[in-house]
């Protein structure tokens, strides 16, 4: 079973930044997805295992960036320029097939969550 532990959450004021972390050990692509209370969980980002190829969701392109350090066993999550509406529980999950995937059911693992909260 693999256990993945994401960080980094808080309460940020709008146009601020946080960097998400999360710790998987293994060889796997992963993706970071939100939920945002009274919606459906959504794709955020997504990293294939060598980090030769990344997916980025429309709506927090060119403000958020997805990372790895595989040596560390870390996935990042850089967010700039938060809106309220990025106010969620963002959550980190691992897929065993080693490309980037857009939906839920491609990934295989998932962590518990962490909260960002944006006040405007």
């Known amino acids: 079973q693999v256990q993945l532990v994401e960080s980094g959450g808080g309460l940020v004021q709008a146009g601020g930044s946080l960097r998400l972390s999360c710790a998987a050990s293994?060889?796997?692509?992963m993706g970071w997805f939100r939920q945002a209370p009274g919606k459906e969980r959504e794709f955020v980002a997504s990293?294939?295992?060598?980090?030769?190829?990344?997916a980025i969701a429309d709506s927090v392109k060119g403000r958020f960036t997805i990372s790895r350090d595989n040596p560390k066993n870390t996935v990042y999550l850089q967010m700039n320029s938060l809106k309220p509406e990025d106010t969620a529980v963002y959550y980190c999950a691992a897929r065993i097939a080693r490309t980037t995937a857009l939906r839920m059911r491609e990934y295989d693992y998932w962590g518990q969550g962490t909260q960002v909260t944006v006040s405007s």
């Open positions: 990293i294939s295992w060598s980090a030769g190829s990344t």
């Open positions: 293994g060889r796997y692509a």
